[in-house]
């Protein structure tokens, strides 16, 4: 079996082909490349029952013998450019398991957003997690590549936050550096359902309700 370091050099060489082809020879062809950032966001459809009983029951789905590129910058170069050259239908919608815009989901006022990609190359499959922290504040809406341990940093309105999303304790709690002012929340984890490879697994955790603080 070829070594990580291998795997690796293989799938940066296929990436920088992909990057470096034309997306189309039709000169009436659209890409996203700079298209605008929505300002408010949509409600995805978790999944909920009998659904989700038997998503999770396959989640998440990794072939066997595939590599674990999570945070490695091939990861974050790959996310890239998927989410840059998303096909153009899932431009009409800017919810669901596939394609999110910078603005939490479910009209949050932040949310902890993952997905897990799945892809090949050269016939080895490699798999990855991508996660992202993300506000809606001031009538602004920003993401930032984060980590599973949830927490990220911003500023807006001129005032620097701090956010951590404990997904496996459903809570959060949000801090205003320039007081001290604390916040906390319990949270909720929704699972999507995506059906645009390579995408394989897509979950927000969001607030639902102000609680005292006790973390």
């Given at each position: ?10 799938m940066?060489?296929?990436?920088v082909?992909?990057?470096?082809s ?14 605008p ?26 072939p ?8 490695t ?16 239908t899932?431009?009409?919608k ?26 090949f ?6 798999n ?9 504040d ?6 930032v ?31 205003w ?16 359902l995506?059906?645009?490879p390579?995408i ?16």
């Amino acid at each position: 079996m070829a070594t990580l370091k291998q795997v690796l050099i293989a799938m940066a060489a296929a990436a920088v082909g992909v990057l470096a082809s034309p997306l189309s020879a039709d000169a009436t062809a659209t890409t996203i490349i700079g298209a605008p950032k929505p300002t408010v966001s949509e409600i995805s459809k978790p999944l909920e029952g009998k659904e989700l009983e038997d998503f999770l029951a396959g989640w998440p789905y990794t072939p066997e013998g595939s590599v674990d590129i999570t945070n490695t910058t091939l990861a974050t170069e790959l996310t890239k450019f998927y989410k840059t050259h998303n096909n153009d239908t899932a431009l009409t919608k800017r919810s669901g398991g596939c394609n999110q815009g910078d603005c939490p989901d479910f009209f949050a006022a932040f949310d902890f957003y993952r997905q897990h990609y799945v892809t090949f190359a050269n016939g080895q499959a490699l798999n990855y997690w991508f996660y992202w922290g993300r506000w809606n504040d001031c009538g602004q809406c920003g993401e930032v590549p984060t980590s599973n341990d949830g927490c990220f940093d911003f500023t807006s309105c001129g005032r620097a936050q701090s956010i951590c999303v404990d997904a496996g304790n459903s809570r959060a709690h949000r801090i205003w550096k320039d007081r001290g002012d604390k916040s906390c929340y319990r949270t909720q984890r929704d699972y999507l359902l995506p059906a645009c490879p390579p995408i394989a697994a897509s979950d927000i955790t969001h607030p639902i309700e102000q609680v005292a603080c006790t973390w």
